[in-house]
């Protein structure tokens, strides 16, 4: 399956995204980034996909947005400017509503933008050679839509450096940051992404979904709001089919290490 720039690969319990636009070193336009929310939302219903990957064509994450078409909307209204926000908005909070997990898979740079689509996803995993930064403030933007990201992952002074800095950043700086999980060779990525994903196919997907969405509901709040949402949370895990078989399969395993 293929969209405008956008190629969608699904193999076994997983299903890749390849930003695919490499004249502009995979720049997201407006367009394409309605259609990843689009894509991303159509493979979470997908029952025998289990993890989405994130990555872009050959040696390139993504350039950030296309800036072509920022040039073409320096002119524009607010209403217009209003209206065409509405992609970028959508794309950097559907991923923590989804099912399933989402794996950024970084080779080569991931800016702007993309370092923002990055921070979203809920695991990331680049090569040695990988490079993140915002540099929008060199150009007179700011980081706008990916700073909700950038501060929920990174915390408010990373965020802030990079946001009103501008500077670029290697793959090691970016793991201490907390803006990566892994960086590896390029020639190691894919195995260890592989890796990953076979982690979910061994869990219970109901389990997944349930461990996602209470995280993102707890970790957006303070202690005590996260606290009372645990507590209500709390049954849909206790009473489930799945914790019973878990359990079960448990002592059924304790029972043959002691014969």
């Given at each position: 399956?293929?969209?405008?720039?956008?190629?969608?690969?699904?193999?076994?319990?997983?299903?890749?995204?390849?930003?695919?636009?490499?004249?502009?070193?995979?720049?997201?336009?407006?367009?394409?980034?309605?259609?990843?929310?689009?894509?991303l939302l159509m493979l979470d219903r997908e029952e025998d996909?289990?993890?989405?990957?994130?990555?872009?064509?050959?040696n390139c994450f993504s350039s950030g947005g296309d800036l072509d078409e920022f040039l073409s909307t320096v002119d524009a209204g607010g209403t217009q400017l209003w209206e065409t926000g509405e992609p970028w908005q959508r794309l950097f909070s559907v991923i923590p509503t989804l099912s399933k997990p989402v794996i950024a898979r970084v080779v080569g740079p991931a800016m702007a933008g993309a370092c923002g689509l990055v921070a979203a996803c809920d695991f990331a995993y680049c090569s040695e050679d990988a490079k993140f930064g915002s540099p929008e403030i060199k150009i007179g933007l700011f980081p706008l839509f990916i700073l909700p990201a950038l501060?929920?992952?990174?915390?408010?002074?990373h965020a802030l450096d990079l946001s009103l800095t501008g500077r670029t950043i290697d793959a090691d700086e970016a793991s201490r940051m907390g803006l990566v999980n892994r960086v590896?060779?390029?020639?190691?990525?894919?195995?260890?992404?592989?890796?990953?994903?076979?982690?979910?196919?061994?869990?219970?997907?109901?389990?997944?979904?349930?461990?996602?969405?209470?995280?993102?509901?707890?970790?957006?709040?303070?202690?005590?709001?996260?606290?009372?949402?645990?507590?209500?949370?709390?049954?849909?895990?206790?009473?489930?089919?799945?914790?019973r078989r878990g359990i079960e399969k448990f002592f059924a395993n304790k029972k043959e290490v002691k014969a």
């Open positions: 399956m293929s969209t405008t720039q956008l190629l969608v690969q699904r193999r076994g319990p997983c299903a890749t995204i390849t930003l695919s636009n490499p004249a502009k070193r995979n720049a997201i336009a407006t367009v394409t980034a309605g259609e990843l929310v689009e894509t996909i289990r993890a989405i990957v994130i990555t872009g064509e050959g501060v929920s992952r990174l915390g408010e002074r590896t060779s390029t020639d190691e990525i894919d195995g260890l992404v592989e890796q990953l994903v076979k982690s979910f196919t061994a869990l219970e997907s109901a389990t997944v979904r349930r461990g996602k969405h209470a995280f993102h509901k707890i970790s957006s709040v303070g202690l005590t709001e996260g606290l009372e949402l645990a507590r209500g949370l709390r049954p849909a895990f206790m009473c489930s089919d799945e914790l």
